[in-house]
């Protein structure tokens, strides 16, 4: 609650969040041939466009209490640790949350190949899709309370 208190870290969040928003419309519309605006928009139901702006809204968050801790662990001196596990949970945050978002097989095909896995890994994430969202949510909000836990140093192996 303190981070979101000053005005440039509420500012961050509003801006990843709408970022990550654009970026999870932009990359099927981009990977797959022959894809649209129109057409991508009009794939989404109003579920999925809710859910695009909850977990561009948690990745917002995440990177906004990260950077806000990342601050004050530059001011105490000590950085080495938390650049690498900051920079790793930020990165498999985000990439959860881009396939929790993916609606479609060939939106999950692009951003699989992107990373090199198959077409079975689609079609598995597809038919548990449900699943996948619960744990990207939930990751993303575990991540969210350890990161405040230590900025209000109540944690500090976090």
């Known amino acids: 609650a303190a981070v979101l208190k000053k005005r440039n870290y509420v500012l961050l969040v509003l801006v990843v969040s709408i970022f990550f928003l654009g970026l999870f419309i932009f990359i099927p519309l981009v990977t797959i041939p022959g894809n649209d605006l129109r057409l991508q928009l009009g794939i989404f139901r109003t579920r999925d466009y809710i859910l695009m702006a909850f977990l561009a809204l948690l990745v ?89 836990r230590k900025i209000n140093k109540v944690c500090i192996s976090c």
């Open 60 to 148: 917002g968050l995440n990177l906004a209490l990260r950077a806000y801790s990342f601050k004050q662990k530059r001011e105490s001196q000590n950085i080495s640790q938390s650049v690498v596990g900051g920079a790793a949970s930020g990165l498999s945050g985000i990439f959860g949350a881009m396939v929790g978002t993916a609606a479609c097989a060939s939106c999950l095909a692009s951003l699989f190949g992107l990373v090199g896995l198959g077409t079975g890994s689609v079609f598995f994430v597809l038919q548990n899709q449900s699943y996948f969202l619960l744990g990207v949510t939930l990751l993303m909000l575990i991540s969210l309370y350890f990161t405040a």
